[in-house]
């Protein structure tokens, strides 16, 4: 079970994240999670929406240019050593992370982390043997 991810290549200058942002908030779009990474000329900012294909219109019409990607979005306790079980999980079961990024939700004693794994059809048969909960598009809305 995976979930849309946005990415969107922006120049690495002054006010264009807030650029970014506007016409998101012009389109009545909430953000649910962001990641930003950057270099000298430009950045990347990955995005988790409930409608991704609104928004992979809305800033392609404003000339952006944006790739839509597949994560594995998992439901873990908003504890200490959470996350490590599951990375320890992964790791031990020959998954590599690429990159992730966490965000909260309105469910209290829950955080959900994005993971950008190689392999994910293998990546989540591991988390699902082991019982750990993945989210996909339509849980965003309940969360």
Known sequence: M???QISIFIE???NA????????ATHNINIRAMSLADSSDFGIARLIVDNTEQVQAA???SHYIVKATPVIAVEIPDEAGSLNKILKLLADNGRNVEYMYGFTGRKSGSAYMIIRCTDIP???????AA???????DDLAEI
Do not use: F, H
Request: proline share 0%; glycine share 4%; no cysteine.
């Open 2 to 4: 995976t979930i849309n």
């Open 12 to 14: 690495n200058r002054k």
């Open 17 to 24: 994240l807030s650029e970014l942002t506007n016409v998101l």
């Open 59 to 61: 800033l392609e019409r």
């Open 122 to 128: 293998e990546t989540e048969r591991v988390l699902e």
């Open 131 to 137: 019982r750990i909960r993945m989210i996909g598009q």
